[in-house]
């Protein structure tokens, strides 16, 4: 009996896939079709499914091609199942000529020609029109949030806006989009969406501005300093029918929600500390090391060491004591968050003219998780016991260089309604991370006043 195998994603099942299908079984007698895991295909780059894989399992059986279906779930698995089942023929369409090669060693390995004018990529396009957005404020982060959206389907920067006219002008040159200065209705008027990355006192105004036109809206962290607002704010976007999400980068990574789940797991008991900390000495004069106001070490980096907290322990702490180490104007230059659960604690540490190990650290009955840093941009972590020899180490894969396209891929989701449920980063988590700040704001504020 000739064995053959084929493998795929099998998204939104069309005539390419049948025809493919139907040309594998034709090269032997038993097909098996490997059909890959969300996780699998989110590691090499493909980000937007829109079948879960169970209805495209369902499709791929329903061609009536395939004698038995497994699930692909790791880089190296196709030489594994050639060797357990006694395969013969390893086949896949030609977009991949060339790159199996190396299997030729097991089996014959056979480029079937692809089906022209058909694509899984072209169906979601077609099913959901490209989300054009906007980005508003072009400094820093801007050009590496351009950068990124090329790899995500589904979104294309269409605009920009700043009033500052000098940067505006850059980015428009660098990118080749219009970049808008003073006319802020028509730069809306263009998008779908709108990326706020402009100064951190402007992001609640402009995020308002885009909800009440009716436009979905990505801002970066955080979005508000107080709690009220915060709330208005969703509930606005719920009114409006649009997606609200607030871009805490590390929410989104594939690594992160695996380091949360194998914390919950029970591998390392009941969790009794969580302890994140995040440090980063920025250039003399920039915004963080100089703004005492809207900037410093908490504004900039708690929304990172406060989302492991509120993940694993959830928002409903008993009491929160945050304390400040302060320097020129009394701008913080570290700041400790303590928060109180029943029978459980946990601190978040941020620091932006200190400098301390950047590690998240989840102790448990059992044992604990250490995630180094980075741990923000989770690409591996340990799960450790008493005895030093056993130590668990997970890596996950990570494309890109600072996670951005995870959130990208997120909030491209929630605007289409594929994002499945809202557990990355709730609203909820978001309003309560806002209720901190707006606690550190009035403390850090009277200290101020006294100067
Ligand atoms: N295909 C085709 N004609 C098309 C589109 C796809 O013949 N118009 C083929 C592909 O070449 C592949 C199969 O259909 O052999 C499944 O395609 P995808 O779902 O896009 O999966 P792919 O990303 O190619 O995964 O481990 C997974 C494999 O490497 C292939």
């Known amino acids: ?66 004698d038995e279906i497994i699930v692909e779930d790791h880089e190296g698995q196709k030489i594994e199942d050639i060797q357990r089942y006694g395969i013969d023929v390893f086949t896949l369409g030609s977009d991949w000529e060339g790159r199996f090669d190396y299997l030729k060693q097991y089996c014959e390995v056979i480029y079937l020609p692809r089906t022209a004018g058909i694509s899984s990529t072209a169906l979601r396009e077609d099913r959901h029109k490209i989300v054009r957005i906007g980005i508003i404020g072009t400094g820093r982060i801007a050009p590496r949030f351009f950068k990124e959206t090329s790899f995500v389907s589904g979104i294309e920067v269409v605009n920009a806006y700043n009033p500052e006219a000098e940067s505006a002008k850059a980015f428009g040159e660098l990118f080749q ?95 009794c500390d969580v302890n994140a900390c995040f440090t980063r000495i920025g250039t003399p004069g920039s915004r963080e090391m100089t703004d005492a106001k809207y900037s410093g070490a908490f504004l900039e980096y708690s929304s990172y060491t406060m989302l492991p907290i509120f993940k694993l322990f959830g928002k409903d702490y008993k009491k929160v004591e945050i304390e400040s180490i302060y320097g020129k104007d009394g701008i913080d230059i570290f700041t400790k968050v303590h928060f109180y659960y029943d029978n459980k604690l946990a601190t978040a540490e941020s620091g932006a003219g200190v400098k301390s190990e950047g590690q998240l650290v989840i102790s448990g009955t059992q044992g604990y998780i250490l995630a180094k840093s980075p741990w923000w941009l989770t690409r591996e972590f340990d799960v450790r016991y008493e005895d030093p020899n056993k130590i668990d180490h997970y890596e996950t894969a990570f494309s890109g260089e600072d996670g951005l396209r995870y959130e990208i891929a997120e909030f491209v989701s929630k605007i289409n309604g594929t994002g499945g449920n809202d557990y990355k980063l709730t609203a909820g988590e978001s309003i309560a991370m806002a209720h901190v700040v707006e606690k550190f704001m009035k403390k850090r504020k009277e200290y101020q006043d006294k100067l």
């Open 177 to 271: 989009v219009h970049v808008y200065t003073d006319d802020f209705d028509a730069f809306l008027s263009e998008t779908d969406a709108v990326y706020v990355a402009s100064p951190n006192e402007t992001h609640s105004d402009y995020v308002r501005k885009a909800l009440v036109a009716g436009k979905h809206v990505l801002c970066e962290k955080p979005m508000t300093f107080t709690y009220a607002e915060a709330v208005e704010l969703y509930e606005l976007a719920k009114k409006n029918k649009v997606t609200l999400m607030e871009g805490i980068r590390t929410a989104y990574i594939p690594g992160f929600s695996q380091l949360l789940s194998v914390a919950k797991s029970g591998v390392i008991g009941e969790i």
């Open 1 to 66: 009996m000739k064995k053959v195998i084929t493998y795929g994603s099998f998204d939104l099942f069309h005539e390419g896939h049948y025809q493919l299908l139907k040309r594998a079984k034709s090269l032997g007698d038993h097909l098996t079709v490997g059909v890959t895991t969300e996780h699998f295909d989110q590691m090499r780059g493909k980000l937007n499914l829109a079948d879960s894989l169970i209805t495209r399992i369902e499709n791929v059986k329903k061609t009536g091609f395939a």
